[in-house]
């Protein structure tokens, strides 16, 4: 995002000095560490090298190239805030990885710190050509037309004409040549005791071994073309079977769409048979916990089935243990409890529940008569007892 954000930064410095009829030869963003007292602390710039853009090539632009201290405000605005003629450019230093010093002499001395090693050392490079151009035409300029001075070498005569030529021949050699001496110098270490002729042999072996890896992979893409054709091939047969299927997908979604009104008529009558099976299972729980109001419990239909087949003198004999007897004192009780219940009659009015309650009813009458007779057997005989004893209105102890 930063990179992005320097390369419109640099566009846009680039064409305000085209505006200014200015070529933008070098930008880099730098940290003004230290100008003269003027810089109290490190400011963000960008370091522009330019030379007029209208006669670029020409001794006079040459001459009149510059150093640019440039600051682009918070409104895209690019604000030239300090130049610098390069022809009164009188040393160039560097200090660790990332700073750098321009002396300009009576200029003053400019310090900048780069954001990288290999942008101080591109600018540099740049710098010291345009400075190196400036030197070589300086003695044929003395001032231009717009009065910028530039430096004149101090030899006369002879001696200056054959420094001049020294300087551009051995400028020329650099420039011709591929490698510097420092270049050189690794090369040799790198080389050590071997000599050009091994590395010519090496070459020569890499070359054939080279050839030799061509031709092996020209032979396999030769006698992989059977392979290929088979490949393409079943290629070809998925495409078709592919498009069989596409024809099948028509031809099915075509039937579905034809049969619409059918499949929506399913549905219907699926979702309402569905909605009938779920009222039948509510009516079913209902009819279960309806027919739990209407049942007895086992055992009491077990009791009074035992007391309907039962004949007097068994009836007798049954209540007669004190158990029993309470045993169908419940079961009246609760008949008596679900003949009170009016609930099934409020809740379902149909005729099952009136059948039910007069079976209710029949059953607990039945119980009451025949444990009424065994009431009234029973006060019966203890009458006849009490009667038949001569002895019940004597006074003896």
């Known amino acids: 995002m930063a990179a992005n954000w320097d390369d419109e930064l640099q566009q846009l410095i680039q064409l305000t000095f085209r505006q200014r009829h200015e070529e933008m030869l070098a930008c880099k963003a730098v940290v003004i560490t230290g100008r003269s007292k003027r810089f109290k602390t490190p400011k963000p710039r960008f370091l522009v090298l330019c030379r007029p853009f209208s006669a670029a090539g020409t001794t006079s632009s040459t001459s009149n190239s510059t150093l640019n201290v440039v600051q682009v405000g918070p409104e895209r605005v690019v604000n030239v805030k300090l130049v610098f003629s390069v022809a009164r450019l009188v040393d160039m230093g560097q200090e660790g990885s990332l700073d750098a010093a321009f002396n300009f002499g009576s200029g003053g001395m400019l310090s900048v710190k780069f954001e990288s090693y290999i942008q101080r050392q591109m600018f540099i490079a740049a710098v010291r050509s345009v400075h190196c151009d400036v030197q070589l035409l300086a003695p044929a300029v003395g001032t231009d037309r717009k009065g910028v001075h530039t430096l004149l070498l101090d030899e006369m005569g002879i001696v200056k004409d054959n420094n001049i030529v020294t300087q551009v021949m051995t400028q020329r050699q650099v420039k011709r040549s591929a490698l510097t001496t420092e270049d050189e110098q690794q090369l040799q270490d790198f080389i050590g005791p071997h000599s050009f002729d091994d590395i010519r042999a090496t070459e020569n072996l890499l070359s054939t071994r080279q050839k030799k890896a061509e031709l092996l992979y020209i032979n396999d893409l030769v006698s992989s073309s059977n392979e290929w054709e088979g490949m393409r091939d079943g290629i070809c047969s998925i495409v078709r079977e592919v498009e069989e299927l596409e024809e099948h997908i028509a031809r099915y979604s075509r039937r579905i769409l034809s049969q619409k009104d059918q499949l929506q008529r399913i549905e219907n009558q699926y979702n309402m048979l569905q909605r009938k099976q779920e009222n039948l299972e509510k009516l079913r729980e209902h009819m279960h916990m309806f027919n739990g109001q209407l049942d007895l419990p086992q055992h009491v239909q077990n009791l009074l089935q035992r007391l309907e087949r039962k004949s007097e003198e068994d009836f007798m004999l049954y209540l007669s243990d004190d158990n029993n007897a309470r045993l169908v004192s419940d079961a009246v009780n609760t008949i008596t409890s679900l003949l009170q219940d009016t609930r099934p009659e ?45 002895q019940r209105f004597s006074t003896a102890t």
Do not use: C, G, N
């Open 346 to 390: 409020v809740d379902y009015h149909i005729a099952a529940v009136m059948e039910r309650r007069a079976a209710f009813t029949a059953q607990r009458r039945m119980v009451v008569q025949r444990f009424r007779a065994y009431v009234l057997s029973t006060i019966k005989q203890y009458e006849d007892i009490y009667l038949s004893d001569t």
